[in-house]
């Protein structure tokens, strides 16, 4: 486990959303804060299946996450890596125990059945931060 990972712990378990960065087809920045949690040492995100972030992890699977501490801003970790899977088994699942994470709910109030859910499995290879 890396230094950075070790100092920053307690934001990568956290209930704070994790601001994601993705890149646009013509090469801009796109960002999205949402929610996370890791298993296995693989950090996951949950998402519908068609949303621009979904389109460009699949075409760009580099990532790169922020998680900003809430009692000092001037503290953060950033995650980078690269999608190393991405599932529809289990994501609803996987979005139901996020909102019991984040929301304290049995089930993700948002369910829609026109939308299929996925999950991103993304290795991170550096964490960097300050504070």
Do not use: C
């Not at 970790?77 to 289990?90: A, D, H, L, Q």
Request: proline share 5%; hydrophobic share 30%; aromatic share 10%.
């Amino acid at each position: 486990m890396s230094n950075a990972k070790e100092k920053y712990q307690d934001l990568l378990e956290s209930k704070q959303l994790i601001v994601m960065a993705t890149v646009n087809e013509d090469g801009s920045p796109q960002t999205s804060p949402v929610w996370f949690h890791f298993k296995d040492d693989v950090l996951r995100i949950n998402t519908a299946k068609g949303r621009l972030k979904d389109r460009n992890l699949r075409a760009r699977p580099q990532f790169s996450g922020t998680i900003v501490d809430p009692e000092n801003p001037y503290r953060y970790v950033e995650i980078r890596g690269e999608v190393s899977e991405i599932t529809e088994e289990g994501a609803v699942e996987d979005i139901d125990f996020l909102a019991h994470r984040y929301l304290g709910v049995d089930r993700y109030p948002y369910h829609n059945e026109k939308e299929t859910r996925v999950i991103y499995k993304i290795r991170p290879t550096r964490y960097t931060g300050m504070g």
